[in-house]
């Protein structure tokens, strides 16, 4: 009996533990992706003409995707959003970067918006870089005329395609280290972060990117830590410029429109466009 007994309770243990473990699994995932399927608005309500178009990532999944042209435009930006909502949430700074006089392609991530499946750190990789060999193919953009430009989760996604695909440069708003770093930042009292199996770890990649970089980012980012943007930015190898910002995480760019707008028109102008 004495045995029996000793079986159950390590087995009690093992389930517990793999329930905890699942747990956490979960909590990570909801806690990195925050997909929204309702759409709030397309560049039509701007007046902007663009092509709703599907794209396949590697393994199949669909995708969607806004192209929006400029005529005359040299450049075009590849626009990576963060980890909530969609395309249809970030139309104020497609409204921005279409004034500055580039084309911009927007896509969602697997399992936002219109695209399938679930999303994944390796799933949005995957959506990346069809997004940029879908402009290099479908639209025959040189691969110096792309400029891979991420918003918070996005930016470890620009970061990742300037890593494996030639770009003309790289901005990055709002970036973090590493997911590890994030879970130290916010719950510096739990070693989560020895247990993240999201890592999207830009600070390891950075210093493989040879394209010039723009980063920008706010003292004020309630999300954030702006140490981490500097860790970053000081692992780059340049040509570099970080430009601060005000506002919070979600409304820098609009707080400070006027430095935003000029740091990403003398970033472009520098590039060529």
């Not at 309500?45 to 092509?51: A, C, D, H, K, T």
């Not at 193919?137 to 989760?153: C, F």
């Not at 930015?233 to 040509?239: H, L």
Request: with cysteine; glycine share 10%; proline share 5%.
């Amino acid at each position: 009996m004495a045995g029996r007994d000793i079986t159950f309770h390590v087995f009690k243990w093992l389930a517990l533990l793999a329930l905890v473990w699942l747990f956490l699994r979960w909590f990570e995932w909801r806690s990195v992706f925050i997909p929204y399927r309702e759409m709030d608005g397309t560049p039509a309500g701007l007046r902007l003409g663009f092509e709703d178009v599907t794209i396949a990532a590697a393994d199949g999944v669909k995708l969607n995707g806004w192209y929006v042209p400029r005529p005359g435009a040299k450049l075009t930006v590849l626009f990576c959003h963060g980890n909530a909502g969609n395309i249809g949430n970030r139309l104020e700074k497609l409204f921005i970067l279409h004034e500055l006089g580039v084309n911009v392609f927007l896509f969602d991530y697997r399992g936002y918006g219109r695209s399938e499946g679930r999303p994944s750190e390796q799933g949005t990789y995957n959506d990346a870089l069809a997004a940029y060999d879908w402009l290099r193919r479908e639209k025959s953009v040189a691969p110096e005329q792309i400029v891979a430009q991420g918003e918070s989760l996005g930016c470890a996604v620009a970061v990742e395609l300037a890593r494996q695909r030639l770009v003309g440069g790289l901005v990055l708003e709002s970036a973090f280290a590493s997911v590890p770093e994030m879970a130290r930042a916010v719950y510096p009292w739990l070693p989560l972060h020895l247990l993240c199996g999201i890592r999207y770890d830009s600070l390891a990649k950075i210093g493989a990117v040879k394209a010039p970089l723009l980063s920008l980012h706010s003292r004020e980012d309630d999300i954030v830590p702006f140490s981490q943007a500097k860790r970053l930015f000081a692992a780059a190898p340049g040509p570099k410029k970080l430009v601060e910002l005000r506002g919070s995480h979600n409304d820098g760019f609009a707080v400070s429109e006027k430095v935003y707008r000029a740091a990403l028109n003398e970033f472009f102008r520098s590039l060529g466009g």
